[in-house]
Structures are given as structure tokens and as C-alpha cells.
């Protein structure tokens, strides 16, 4: 993406910065702190989600007061043996609602995983009902989380 779009403008940078951290904030009041008129702001912001910068628009949930306050990591090792191994893990996963991110990595195990649950309890039937019947998973690590000292989506704008 980064190559192919025209770079972006101080202006640009500032939208995107207020925006990710207060994407309710009005067409008007992003004008005025950003130093546009309401109608040309509009039009930056247009083209922002259109050259793919603004991916979506969400709203960052209390996982305590939802009962999801339990935070685990988890390496999961895949069975190699079968050559579509990654892609029946991927498929599977992606229908986990618990797990919050899954990335593929590289070292000991394959991929790593975030996921948010009520508590230990719940981890566990999560674990054993659900995530080591993914197919081809052959082995899991477990990382509880003991405290969350930061946890944010903002990208560092420069």
C-alpha cells in the first residue's frame, strides 16, 4: 500500500491521528483542530478510507464489564503431515469468537494467539472443547496474563 499512494500530508497525519483515538469526533470539530474548512475536511477523510488508511470504524468494548476480563496467549505447534495444515487451522480459527487476534510466527511454535474469556473455568473448556479440536493442532502453550499494563490499536503516526 505504501508505495503505490500519493504520501501523506501533515494535514493527513493529523486527521489520522485524532481520528484513531476519537473516531466519533465530528466533521466539524476534526476541521477546525485539524485547520480545514468543514467541507475539505470531509473530502481527506473520504479519501483516507478509500486509498485504504482507514481500514473501519469501531467502538473499544469493557471486556470486565462483558465477563471477557481473562486474558490468555497461546502457541499453538501444528501437525505437519497433511499440506493443507495451515489452511484448516486458519479456516477454524477465524470461527473461534473468544480469540481476539491469531498470528502466524515464526520460531518454535506456529502460530501465536489472544484470547479473551471470563476465567480459568472458561479457558479451559475453551482449550479443551474448542482449540485443541482445531484440526492438525499437536501441542499448546499456555500465558496467562496476570495484568494488562498496555492495550491499545494506535499506530504511532509520524
Known sequence: MKGSKDPLSKIDRNIL???????????????????????PCIERV????????IRQYSTVLNPEQLDAGFIVFV??????????????????????????????VSGSFDYLIKARLADMAAYRVFLEE???????????????????IKETLTIPIR
Open 130 to 148: 474448542s482449540l485443541l479440536c482445531v484440526p492438525a493442532v499437536q501441542e499448546s502453550t499456555s500465558v496467562v496474563v496476570m495484568e494488562a
Open 17 to 39: 491521528s485524532i481520528m484513531q483515538n476519537d473516531g466519533r469526533i465530528s466533521y466539524a470539530a476534526l476541521a477546525r483542530q485539524v485547520g480545514l474548512t468543514t467541507t
Open 75 to 104: 502457541q499453538i505447534r501444528l501437525d505437519r503431515t497433511s499440506k493443507d495444515t495451515f489452511a484448516q487451522f486458519k479456516e477454524a480459527v477465524l470461527e473461534l469468537p473468544e480469540v481476539q487476534e491469531c498470528y502466524l
Open 46 to 53: 473520504r479519501r483516507l478510507e478509500r486509498d485504504g488508511y
